[in-house]
């Protein structure tokens, strides 16, 4: 009895603990502010023109960019950044559009490579893509900033990146495929882009965390068949969303019950077939937040969601609504794992992870090298998801250094390792 005591305290100490941290990023903002004056914020991304799809772009290769132009930073950063517009692939495998963000730093190292970092958004709003967080000015969420600082990171390693809006112009999280075709093609352009001074044999990395560890992992997977000639030669992520039924479960009713929402949600505003086997089990009040969750951010959803049990939302249980036969589809569609990078790649999970169950990253683990992948993994006893963001960013920055700067092959086959910390393991 002592023991479950003990255990129980120690998981409300934790939620609360989580709950700090969410809502002191949520009203506290980002630590580096915009000197742009007050009421400068750059249009919406849904009446800006540049976002806007010309005619015929069809017709262009996935990749090319449709529209460029010069933007103002949020942050000061060691940098010049422009947007780029390019034709991509959705998730219906159709042409679509949507805007990367890329940076040439100051003191980019004369082999130039290139990272594409993906920024966690876990959610649908227009507001919540990078494309508009990173301009000067934007009355957006706080999740954008809140990765700034990885972003300098990788700046200041003197590597040009890319930051795609993966989720495309209609905000589609989490599902499968479209993360990496979006990510792959924002590469793509970024390589066109001359003022980068990149080229086709220019070493490539890819690094994410949760929402944007489920975007590398996709790009990663499907790089071998969906862009075979880019010179990937690393990806490093975290925490990333294996198995999304798992990550539901998990989040419901405890502090990251917001993921539910914004999941769900998105798969009913994207899959018609969704829609119409979720509707009728809908409570008037349910299918009010499944579209009020689609125009806002996840900092916003989080506050309004915090512990709430989704059930409540829906007259069967959630494990029943998880199991309708179209939902349950396109949720195993969108599972990592399945199949095989090229690239190798680098993982971290939290052990403690309340967001991401550390059992079902393990699982993509063992699928991946199953399959042949080289996989160098880490498990973080002490992290959990929030605190990992921060103590897993400088080994995976190490890691990738060596597959972008030096000649240094990547360790062959697949090796696991559970650290105390990755702050005191030996690198």
Same mark, same amino acid.
């Given at each position: 009895m002592e023991v479950e005591m003990s255990s129980k305290a120690q998981r409300r100490v934790r939620w609360f603990g989580v709950a700090a941290v969410a809502v002191m990023v949520t009203f506290a903002g980002p630590v580096i502010v915009s000197s742009s004056p007050a009421g400068a914020a750059p249009p919406l991304p849904q009446v800006d023109e540049f976002y806007q799809p010309p005619a015929g772009f069809e017709a262009a290769a996935p990749?090319?960019?449709? %529209? *460029?132009?010069?933007?103002?930073? +949020? !942050?000061?950063?060691? !940098? #010049? !950044?422009? #947007? @780029?517009?390019?034709? &991509? &692939?959705?998730? =219906?495998?159709?042409?679509?559009? $949507? +805007? $990367? &963000?890329? =940076? @040439?730093? /100051? /003191? +980019?190292?004369?082999? %130039?490579?290139? +990272? *594409? #970092? #993906?920024? =966690?958004?876990? !959610? *649908?709003?227009? @507001?919540?893509v990078p494309s508009y967080g990173l301009q000067a000015g934007a009355k957006s969420s706080t999740e954008t900033t809140g990765q700034i600082t990885d972003l300098q990171t990788i700046l200041q390693n003197g590597w040009v990146v890319s930051v795609p809006d993966f989720g495309g112009r209609f905000g589609h999280f989490p599902v499968a495929q479209e993360p990496g075709y979006m990510t792959l093609d924002g590469i793509r352009a970024a390589l066109q882009f001359a003022p980068l001074g990149l080229g086709s044999e220019s070493r490539i990395g890819l690094y994410g965390y949760s929402g944007g560890g489920f975007a590398t992992g996709w790009a990663a997977e499907l790089q071998p068949s969906y862009a075979p000639e880019l010179n990937i030669t690393g990806a490093a992520y975290g925490g990333p969303g294996a198995d999304i039924n798992a990550a539901l479960f998990t989040t419901n009713g405890g502090p990251f019950s917001a993921i539910v929402g914004s999941g769900l949600s998105s798969y009913y505003a994207t899959y018609p077939e969704v829609k119409a086997a979720m509707g009728p089990h809908l409570t008037p009040e349910g299918a009010a937040v499944m579209d009020q969750i689609q125009t806002q951010c996840l900092s916003v959803t989080l506050v309004q969601q915090f512990m709430s049990d989704w059930k409540r939302y829906f007259d069967i249980p959630l494990d029943q609504v998880l199991a309708l036969p179209p939902l349950a589809e396109v949720i195993d569609k969108a599972r990592l794992g399945t199949h095989a990078p090229a690239a190798p790649l680098y993982v971290m999970q939290a052990v403690q992870d309340e967001v991401i169950p550390v059992g079902s990253t393990d699982r993509m683990v063992e699928d991946l090298c199953a399959r042949g992948a080289r996989v160098t993994y880490i498990r973080d006893q002490l992290a959990e998801h929030l605190s990992m963001i921060l103590s897993g960013a400088p080994a995976a920055f190490s890691w990738l250094a060596e597959r972008l700067n030096t000649d240094t092959p990547a360790p062959a086959g697949c090796s696991t390792t559970t650290v105390l910390s990755q702050l005191i393991a030996p690198k």
């Open positions: 990749g090319a960019i449709l %529209r *460029s132009r010069p933007i103002e930073l +949020v !942050a000061p950063l060691p !940098a #010049q !950044a422009w #947007q @780029l517009l390019y034709r &991509t &692939t959705d998730v =219906f495998d159709r042409p679509d559009v $949507t +805007v $990367t &963000t890329v =940076f @040439l730093p /100051n /003191n +980019v190292r004369p082999d %130039r490579p290139l +990272v *594409s #970092q #993906q920024m =966690f958004e876990d !959610a *649908s709003g227009p @507001l919540c």
